[in-house]
Each structure stands twice: as C-alpha cells, then as structure tokens.
C-alpha cells in the first residue's frame, strides 16, 4: 500500500508541475507576442510615408496619348477618329 500510495503522490506532483510550467510558457509566449506588436507598431509609426508623385498635365496628356495610340493601332479607332482625338487632347 505504501508503494501505491508513493507512486500516485508522485503523479500528482509531476502533473502539477507540467500544469504550472505549461501555464507559465503560455504567459510567456503571450507576452512576448504582446511585446512583438508594441514594436511593430512602433516601427510602423516611425517609418516615414512614402512619397506620393503628383502628376503634371504633361504626364496626363501624355498617358492619354499613349491610351488613344495603342486604341488605334488595335483598330478600336479609326485613322479620322484618332486625329480628332489626339488634336483635342493637345488642345489643337
């Protein structure tokens, strides 16, 4: 009997002491995850914002040129079609 009572004392211990330590890997695992957002946020906050390039008229009317070519040389539009086009958007 006392052996039995021996080996379930030491079950015991032994599973309290697995609880113990699973818990306190849990509240370490959850602290430093709590501690890697902080930072990222941090960082996230201290990063510059990138620069945003406004764009000139230039670049505009240039891009619509660009669209109105690449519709006439699909056939979208025709020869007449894409000169009045291209007149109105250079303002001719």
Known sequence: ??????????AVVAGTATAVSGR???????????????????????APAPAVAEASPEDAQMAQLQNL????????????????AKAKALGI
Do not use: I, P
Not at 1 to 10: D, I, K, Q, S, Y
Not at 69 to 84: M, T, Y
């Open 24 to 46: 306190v890997a849990h509240r370490q695992a959850n602290k430093y995850d709590a501690q890697a957002q902080e930072q990222a946020a941090q960082q996230q906050a201290d």
């Open 69 to 84: 070519a690449q519709l006439h040389s699909q056939g979208v539009l025709s020869d007449k079609e894409f000169a009045a």
């Open 1 to 10: 009997m006392g052996l039995m009572r021996m080996a379930a004392r030491t």
